[in-house]
């Protein structure tokens, strides 16, 4: 039974592209012959429109703003820190040039309003081409770091794994290794974070790869 | 107007190496200056920015080449949708966490295929697709469904019998009248809900959020009764068949 419904609630070939989707949606009455045979189209236009135009709840309009927020801190490509008032001219400008690699986008739990100044944290190991897969990350010890966060993102700079490890090191598992495709570009970068989840240090992105049989 | 520096700076990350690429962008006077290898993109107005629609964002953004010159108008489009894209992730994942997760890989796939967006469909539609596909693809993969949904022996249960469909109508038969009876006999919400059920394998607590169902049995009701209509739709049909 469920196979059937399955079966007679899924797309078909004749189902509509997006861009018909799309008209329909934004018309009161969506007519056209397919739609008014096919389940699949009706919910997608009731979808698109709900997506386009959402009526939200009082509970939702609270969650909404946190994710929203949230987003705004550690979106995909862009990563901001709200500097304290008065920082001034000559700390932005050391900040640039020691390259600071802002807010780890994977550290979306560290709130912005809770950065706090921090530093660069450099001597960061492996890097470039290695001839074998690596299995321990070591970075340089930050003072007031209580613990770091450890990523490995892809050329479009998504997250393909994240630790934790409360020492400069961290050994790196099995699921992670596998990321590591011969060839494949990877970078890695660690944030540092103090006992109250601040972040104060961050390292730049490291690229390496695993080049089998050959090291720069 | 002066910028004033200790304003809420922000400072954008725009490419891999920081120390080559970065834009500086002062809120007191909404302008920001990007420089990549020692090019720079001369200023960019945000004032400008949010005048311009969707798409001529995203042409500003192929024209510059896409990343990382283009990024402020990406982040500008971007941003246009945090909160439709969050409440459309919240509502299916039912938690902050999750939906933040959810809402994060969605504009991470859109900013990965941006440079190919072809304007075939609108943008918020395009993301609204990234959107769904994702999600939809998230909840299948966290088979969450075995959780909540109803299975065949559920609704035996229910109704009393095995759903009545006769091994002797034509497979193909059989499809295309279940279709066409999924919009003769079912009211709108229960042909959504039966199609978010089993065509998308959706749970059901995450059917009754996105279509906003508020009835305390949810989406379940809805499924028991479409899958009655259903039933006696068919046995009508069958008893008029038969001589
Ligand atoms: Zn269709």
Redesign the pocket.
Known sequence: MNEILRQITE??P???SPAQLERLAGQAEGRDP??E??????T?IALLREFLAPKLTFAETAAVSQIERRLGKGGPSVRRVNWYRGAGVAAIAAAIAVGVWLQNPASRAVPAEDVVRSVSIGSIAPAGDLAVVPRLLRWDAVVAASHYRVAIVGVDREPLWQGESVGAELVLPAEAQALMAPGRNLWWRVSALDGEGRLVGVSGAQAFRYVPGGSR | MACFLDTNLLLYSISRDPAKSFGILFRGCDCAVLIHNGLNSGPVCLRVMTALSDEELIARYQEAGGRPLGTPFAEELFRRYYSRVALWCFRVAGDRDGATDLAQDVFAKAWSHLDSFRAESRFSTWLFMIARNHCFNALRSKARLREDSLDAESFTDQTGQAPGFDSDLERQQLLTLGRSLMVSELTPLESQVMTLHFAQEMPLSAIARLLRLDNPSGAKAYIVSAKRKLKSALSRLQGADRP
């Open positions: 797309p078909g004749e189902c509509l397919h739609v045979q096919c389940a699949h189209c009706t997608e």
